[in-house]
């Protein structure tokens, strides 16, 4: 049966063991979404307590972490989403994209609602990547696709 948290604690104190073992095992995201079939972002996300994951992919995870049933099943639960507490984010990788959201929000909407009309572009049928790339000028870029599904609002 689907299980559903209703406090974040459990969730954050597993993803505080995962990624405690993560160190300890010298793994890497990729090292751990191997074998789950799912992509490197979503089981980040899930094991830092964000997603669900299948119980496949969850005993798969919690196998290379060496995580016990009780963790296995917690990984299968809904958890209460959001992991920035209120307020402006102090972490400066993800104030940036907080400053991204700042100067370019009002930007995304109207470009959003020009190409599509009214409605959202969805978190949940949504797809995340992130890829390192050589930068013209010298360094490195990082390129970061968001697809999201779009779902117009319905008048009722």
Not at 70 to 96: E, F, K, M, N
């Amino acid at each position: 049966m689907i299980q559903s948290q209703f406090t974040p604690g459990p969730r954050e104190e597993l993803a505080a063991a995962v990624v405690d073992a993560k160190a300890r095992k010298d793994l890497s995201w990729h090292d751990l979404t191997d074998g789950t079939g799912l992509s490197v972002a979503f089981v980040t996300a899930a094991l830092l307590g964000q997603h669900a994951l299948p119980a496949d992919a969850a005993k798969t995870v919690a196998a290379k972490l060496d995580l016990d049933e009780d963790a296995v099943r917690l990984l299968q639960s809904i958890p209460l989403r959001g992991s920035i507490p209120g307020g402006v984010p102090t972490d400066p990788t993800i104030y940036r994209f907080y400053e991204m959201l700042q100067v370019y929000g009002t930007t995304l909407k109207a470009l959003v609602h020009e190409q599509f009309g009214d409605g959202i572009i969805s978190a949940i049928n949504f797809k995340l990547d992130i890829k390192k790339v050589a930068d013209s000028d010298g360094g490195e870029r990082a390129v970061i696709t968001l697809d999201g599904k779009y779902l117009p609002t319905k008048p009722f």
